[in-house]
Nanobody
């Protein structure tokens, strides 16, 4: 079994920084990519950041560049989302997504999410 667990959410004030962590554990053969998505109340999930294992490519939407960055650990099984200068529009549930293979089959996995609330 594979587990995807996010942590680091909470209540923060505008202008502050926060780092979220996504850890992948269990029986996963290979990880092709990991990503963070944000779901604001009443809205669809939107991509916040993506890490592609091949070439260690990092993708951040233009609207978030300069405030959001992603890093991984050496094993490429932990993905950090560093967020700075947060504002209330960054409020939402942040989900980690993992794409890879397990027992020869492709898997697309989600964590349970971690809530980030940014107050004025």
């Amino acid at each position: 079994q594979v587990q995807v667990v996010e942590s680091g959410g909470g209540l923060v004030q505008s202008g502050e920084s926060r780092t979220l962590t996504c850890v992948v554990s269990g029986d996963i053969s290979a990880i092709y990519g990991m990503a963070w998505y944000r779901q604001a109340p009443g809205e669809d999930r939107k991509l916040v950041a993506r890490f592609i294992t091949t070439g260690e490519k990092k993708i951040i939407p233009d609207s978030l560049k300069g405030r959001f960055t992603i890093t991984t650990d050496d094993a490429k099984k932990t993905l950090y989302l560093q967020m700075s200068n947060l504002n209330p529009d960054d409020t939402g549930v942040y989900y980690c997504n993992v794409a890879g293979t397990r027992s020869g089959r492709m898997v697309d996995l989600w964590g349970q999410g971690t809530q980030v609330t940014v107050s004025l």
